[in-house]
């Protein structure tokens, strides 16, 4: 019998630790950054990354020789969790979306001269420019206006080889960080005729700023501008040694991103939907109404059971599948982790969608006004139902290896989990 929650010493200080470094440090700076103006901003995180390092809390999903912590999957969850408590948590430890997938990729995917220049500072988190410390950092371009991003094979950015150097054209949008990036990871079509329609695509490394690399725009959304930048590629040329990973492994090359990004993202979703639980508790046993607190009311009650029976599904469905690609070596085909990601990402889409709105229903309209942090976490909580695989997208692979289990083996059973049940 090997089922044990506990976690070894080692990683529970280390879960204590970014726990206090976060109430401690983070959020006052954070309270400090929001009152003012933008370069208070980057004054804080500039202040609480110092902090971090410090703290040897740095940079907790690499490996120690490029100077990070060497936490697993699972031990990531715990630090994951814990750091998205605040909006800010997850930058001041380097370990932020999309930087964080971008590493593991660069990390797995680069050649030697790939990783000293692009991995090096981006695991340092920035670097001297004229003897002076610059940010460096990092955005991931697949998704295009035009063709449904959740079909990479459609992608119609192209790319034709010139020589020594590849000349790509396109149109991406939603590129997350893009503004103020120093490289980005392009997925750009470069066979036209593949084998299978997966192995249409690559992956480049590209400079910026390049020319014919332009940001065409900072995308308004519904929670206003959080740099998802909309991006025209004009006669870009990038030289055969930007090429990451070989040609047509562009998909390969996303999965094996996407698998551990998804998960990282439910870790950071689990912290916000304790957050909104923890004020949905905290409201009705201060709230008065018909007689007593809402706290003893059986509707409002009804409402923390459903969000706590739901965060814990959350956390077990993370932990099980963190525990798998630690078991993996980030490896599907040695432990095939692809099923239970796709499912705990649905599940913690959904709940943490669904625990923000029930907070804001017993906040009543306090919930709904701009006083609490929940109307923003609520705007931020929709995009986690399509961005990295839309729901039907997870439902759909979900069903296949469902059926697929029942085909070949006559059971539902490796489906399910996996799990000796
Ligand atoms: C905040 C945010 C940040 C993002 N950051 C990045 C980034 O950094 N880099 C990047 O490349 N992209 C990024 N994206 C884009 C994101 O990955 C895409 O939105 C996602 O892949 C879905 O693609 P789409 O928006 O084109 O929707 P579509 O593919 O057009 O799908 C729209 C809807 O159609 C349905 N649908 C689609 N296909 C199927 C199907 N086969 N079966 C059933 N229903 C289906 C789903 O309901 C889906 O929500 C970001 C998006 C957001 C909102």
């Known amino acids: ?131 002076k410390p610059q940010a460096f950092r990092s955005c991931f371009a697949m998704t295009e206006p035009e063709v449904a991003g959740s079909d990479p094979t459609l ?59 332009e940001i065409v725009r900072d995308i308004e959304t519904m929670s206003g501008s959080h740099n998802h930048c909309e991006i025209r590629i004009t006669d870009l040329r990038v030289h055969n040694d930007q090429m990451l990973g070989g040609r047509g492994q562009g998909h390969l090359l996303g999965q094996y991103r996407l698998g551990p990004a998804r998960l990282a993202h439910c870790m950071r979703w689990i912290g916000q939907a304790e957050v909104a639980l923890e004020m949905m508790v905290d409201r009705s046993l201060n709230r008065y109404s018909h007689g007593s607190f809402l706290a003893e009311k059986q509707g409002i009650q009804w409402m923390i059971a459903d969000s706590t029976m739901e965060l814990y599904q959350c956390k077990l469905m993370v932990l099980h599948a963190a525990s798998l690609i630690d078991k993996s070596g980030n490896d599907p085909s040695v432990v095939d982790f692809r099923g239970e990601v796709s499912m705990a990402k649905h599940f913690v889409a959904n709940s943490l969608w669904r625990i923000i709105d029930r907070a804001i229903q017993v906040h009543g309209a306090l919930g709904y006004s701009s006083d609490t942090p929940l109307g923003e976490m609520l705007k931020q909580a929709r995009w986690s139902r399509f961005a990295d695989g839309a729901d039907e997208i997870h439902q759909m692979r979900i069903a296949e290896r469902t059926i697929a289990d029942w085909k070949d083996n006559h059971t539902v059973k490796n489906a399910t989990g996996k799990l000796p049940l």
């Open 1 to 131: 019998m090997a089922i044990d929650f506990t976690f070894p010493p080692e990683i529970d200080e280390i879960r204590f630790k970014v726990r206090a470094f976060i109430s401690d440090v983070v959020k006052p700076l954070e309270e400090k950054a929001r009152a003012g103006e933008r370069r208070d901003l980057i004054g804080a995180i500039i202040e609480m990354r110092a902090a971090a390092k410090e703290a040897g809390l740095w940079l907790p999903h690499m490996p120690k020789e490029w100077g990070g912590m060497g936490l697993g999957h699972v031990a990531m969850a715990a630090v994951s969790a814990e750091a998205a408590r605040s909006g800010f948590g997850p930058f001041a430890l380097n370990a932020q979306a999309p930087d964080e997938g971008n590493m593991h990729t660069l990390l797995h995917w680069g050649t030697d001269k790939q990783k000293q220049t692009y991995l090096k500072p981006l695991c340092d988190g920035g670097q001297l420019v004229d003897g």
């Open 155 to 213: 992608i119609q950015t192209h790319a034709y080889q010139d020589g020594d150097e590849w000349v790509i054209n396109g149109h991406k949008w939603f590129i997350s960080g893009a503004a103020g990036a120093n490289v980005a990871i392009l997925i750009a079509r470069t066979e036209e005729d593949p084998e299978v329609a997966n192995a249409a695509n690559s992956a480049f490394l590209v400079d910026i700023p390049s020319p014919g690399w």
